[in-house]
């Protein structure tokens, strides 16, 4: 019979936390104890994706169906372990590719099941968020937190490990999105990201750019202008005949899109009289943005916490490490949990705010 939290210790220093990740083209599997990384695998169908221009979620589910069972057990053998040292088994069952984050879910329920062990639904953009914590194991809220990722783009005051207030997000596309977008306007491939960092490495940032995203609204964003800036001035150069540099194009594009996100993310830390601001999601892997953040913190006098940029895209360490929070508060899932495609940010927050405030009394 399946009773997982017949003798779980809540306040064990150290638990060791499975976790498992298949939100979109890796199929990732870690172990943690406590914050600390025992192993990271990921068997990832990128290179695939790429022939197709982006994800195709039917080939992304045939992966995660053919690698995970593998994943898992390279992780678990990897760490040193035995399945049954494992005190939770953690898993994104949002946001995502809908067939992918099936695959994941309904393998982390049977492994659970057949080991009798607690059941942690992760939510995908709080596993970005969660890495700080696997790069620092000291750190400790109260900070900000940069998100920038393919999905969403915010700015966040964390003020305990479970309770975030949204101080901003985007109010259309996410930064990761816009990279993608002009990525193919410029004829570059998928992932968008890493080939416009290149490209722009080769240009100057002299093509001009919306000025709406330097300042003004607050904290929040906004990507919709400035990707349709980039895909008009292309156009119009093609449709008079006239050449232009695509490496500028990406440098001016890249700088437009960065330069806001770490002249709020400073803005917000010092409003917040925090010490420590700290970056989550695949944007964050971009080498202008994290050289441009260092200079700012540096300068403004903060704490910056850069996690590995393998551990700003999708991986599994980072599901393990939210999955520890939500294991010592004593959230669980229930072998009814299912996949969801999509999580809004603020209600995921607000949600789990709730949870832990329950948790408490």
Excluded: W
Excluded at 62 to 78: G, I, L, P, S
Aim: proline fraction near 4%; aromatic fraction near 6%.
């Amino acid at each position: 019979m399946y009773n997982p939290l017949e003798n779980i210790d809540l306040h064990k220093p150290e638990p060791i936390i499975l976790g498992i990740e298949s939100s979109c083209d890796e199929t990732a599997a870690a172990v943690i104890k406590g914050r600390k990384i025992l192993s990271d695998e990921i068997a990832s169908s990128a290179s695939l994706q790429a022939e197709y221009g982006g994800v195709v979620p039917e080939l992304a589910s045939r992966a995660h169906t053919d690698e995970v069972a593998k994943v898992v057990e390279r992780a678990v053998k990897n760490a040193g372990i035995t399945y049954a040292d494992i005190d939770a088994v953690a898993v994104t069952y949002g946001a995502g590719l809908l067939g992918a984050l099936l695959v994941g879910v309904s393998f982390a329920k049977a492994f659970a099941y057949a080991l009798n062990k607690p059941l942690i639904a992760v939510n995908h953009i709080r596993g970005h968020l969660a890495a700080a914590y696997l790069d620092s194991p000291d750190l400790q809220p109260p900070f900000v937190t940069l998100l920038a990722s393919g999905g969403h783009t915010a700015i966040l005051y964390a003020k305990s490990e479970s309770e975030f207030e949204i101080l901003g997000a985007t109010l259309d596309d996410a930064a990761g999105e816009a990279f993608d977008k002009v990525a193919r306007v410029l004829g570059l491939k998928y992932p968008g990201g890493p080939h416009i960092e290149r490209t722009a490495q080769e240009g100057e940032a002299n093509v001009p750019m919306p000025k709406m995203l330097k300042g003004g609204g607050g904290y929040n964003f906004s990507y919709s202008g400035l990707k349709t800036a980039v895909i008009n001035y292309c156009h119009t150069k093609d449709q008079k005949g006239e050449s232009y540099s695509k490496a500028d194009v990406a440098a001016s594009f890249q700088s437009a899109a960065v330069d806001v996100l770490v002249e709020k993310t400073v803005a917000a830390a010092k409003e917040k009289g925090v010490a420590t601001v700290t970056v989550g999601g695949g944007v964050a892997a971009n080498g202008y943005l994290r050289s441009s953040l260092q200079s700012a913190c540096k300068k403004a006098g903060l704490r910056l916490i850069l996690p590995e940029k393998r551990y700003c895209t999708d991986n599994a360490a980072m599901i393990a490490s939210e999955g520890l929070v939500q294991y010592r508060l004593g959230n669980f899932a229930k072998m009814d949990l299912t996949a969801k495609a999509s999580i809004p940010l603020a209600a995921t927050l607000e949600t789990v705010q709730s949870r832990a405030a329950k948790s408490e009394k």
